[in-house]
């Protein structure tokens, strides 16, 4: 596995992938993150990724256009691909994701499956909430407020909806290139 390092609001973010297909975003957990052992630092093969990270906190992009190729169990995948269905500036809560994918019971697993997504950011878990406050972030809570706020949903608004919330109607003028 190929990987870069490189600097984002957020602190140093680790990319990772193979054959030019991302399979895994690491964001900072009160610490860079690291390379696995035997991985090859190739920043060359990642100037496509860290050009879309960097137009997105630069609020210049809504939506990532990069080959992904996250690794995990069946259903995972189900809720990862589902997760990259929620808009720029939108949440859903974590009971509408499971009825979306067609198990209106496994909000719980949905929430596993988020708290496993090897690729943050890029399959927006930090779009799904709780119905009674913003839920669980695996880089913390700090990041997931950050980046809510970045895509113009508040905090407090994340933590009171029932399906979508859509951002504010300035930051829906917004385009991407």
Partial sequence: MEYVLFS????????????????????????????????????????EGVRQIGEYFAGKRRAFQLPLAPQGTPFQRQVWQELSRIPHGQTMTYGALAARIGQPSAARAVGGANGANPLPLLIPCHRVVAGNGLGGYSSGLEIKRFLLNLEGILPEDAGRVDGCLPAPSDLLATTSP
């Fill in 8 to 47: 984002s609001p957020l602190g140093t973010l680790l990319l990772a992938g193979e054959n030019n297909v991302l399979r895994e975003l690491r964001l900072p957990q009160g610490k860079p993150p690291q390379p696995d052992p035997g991985w090859i630092e190739n920043p060359a093969g990642f100037v």
